[in-house]
């Protein structure tokens, strides 16, 4: 059986929706593919032998030649899917032989929700089958254990983004579905990812020296998250959309979780066309997005000139999916 699920990208309201305002995430049609049955032997065997890792780099000084490789990121990957499988087998009560090869479109460890949509078509492979028939809303909550477990703390947006698809509006701890227009988007991946947990810390102290002015920022990147959530709900206003990703950017710059790279793909894109550019996550490295309707192939071009990764995709209403019994 094959079973797939999206990756995620935060439209708006990332760090501020830690001070209790509203943020915006979407599916993406970048997906997560699991192939896998059950096997008679007691066995569990994991092939993960397409992942996007963007790769190796290789550095020298005078005396030594340094390699770096991405590789120890499927390692990573392959926790995720042992813990995905532990949960399931904690659930049906007792363990089964099953072997499962995943194949992925989406860049480990870039922020776009690549755990997640790892953890969440594994759940959703093992309950099909197994005919245990966990719904969706399920298999999410399961994904933000699984998340817990892994990395010892989850917010719940990435696996329920993976699960459920669309565009979901957080506060609070609060989840709303929405269905997602399709929004031509170029992300641009700067190659490497800022620790979210230290950008939480930075955003904090910030808060904590200049109350008055960042929680002024805070409120604003809320309004912008209301305002888009209308926006995507009613008409789907591009220029809008756009205007409001280029404020959220600054305001994200403002508070100091932006980077030289990320500044330069953002202005790479709006230069080309782009109707608005903005950071996704947690920033410090990671991605930005574009949005750029008619001006798809100018920004990625623009983005590959910058120094970056350019990957095309759309948001998308569908979450996880059985591909094929
Ligand atoms: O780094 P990401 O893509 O997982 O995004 C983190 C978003 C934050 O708002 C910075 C943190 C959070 O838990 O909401």
């Known amino acids: 059986m094959l079973v797939s699920a999206p990756g995620k990208i935060i439209l708006f309201g990332e760090h501020s ?20 049955k059950l096997l008679n032997e007691k066995i569990i065997k994991i092939h993960a032998n397409d992942l996007k890792i963007p790769g190796l780099s290789i550095s020298f000084s005078e005396e030594e030649v340094f390699l770096g490789t991405d590789y120890g990121k499927a390692g990573f990957v392959v ?11 904690t659930e049906y009560g007792s363990r089964k032989g099953f072997e499962i090869s995943i194949k992925s479109d989406i860049p480990v460890g870039a922020g ?9 078509p594994t759940l ?3 309950s099909e089958l197994l005919e245990m028939k966990l719904k969706n809303e399920e298999i999410a909550r ?12 989850s917010s719940g947006i990435d696996p329920a983004v993976s699960a459920l698809g669309g565009g979901l509006y957080f506060k609070k701890g609060k989840i709303e ?12 991946y700067t190659g490497e990812k800022g620790s979210t947990k230290i950008l939480l810390e930075k955003v904090k102290m910030l808060k ?58 953002v202005f790479a894109s709006r230069i080309s066309g782009a109707l608005g550019a903005k950071i996704t ?12 309707p008619n001006k798809q192939r100018e920004v990625e071009t623009a983005i590959k000139i910058a120094g970056g990764i350019p990957i095309r995709t759309k948001t998308t209403d569908e979450g996880v999916r059985i591909e094929h019994e």
């Open 17 to 36: 929706v830690v001070y209790g305002k509203g943020a915006i995430a979407s599916a993406i049609d970048l997906r997560t593919y699991t192939d896998g």
């Open 79 to 89: 926790s995720y899917v042992k813990s995905a499988i532990e949960r399931i087998f």
């Open 112 to 120: 776009l929700g690549s755990s997640a949509a790892v953890v969440v």
């Open 124 to 126: 959703k492979l093992l």
């Open 142 to 153: 399961m994904g933000k254990e699984v998340e817990f477990e892994v990395q010892g703390s």
């Open 177 to 188: 579905r929405f269905s997602a227009p399709n929004l031509p988007l170029i992300v641009g």
């Open 208 to 265: 904590e020296e200049y109350p008055g002015i960042v929680n002024d920022i805070m409120d604003a990147m809320g309004e912008i998250a209301e305002k888009g959530k209308k926006i995507l709900g009613e008409n789907g206003d591009l220029n809008e959309l756009g205007a409001l990703m280029n404020i959220n950017n600054g305001l994200l710059e403002a508070i100091g979780v932006s980077t030289k790279e990320l500044s330069e793909l």
């Open 281 to 292: 996550g947690a920033g410090g490295g990671g991605c930005m997005y574009a949005l750029a």
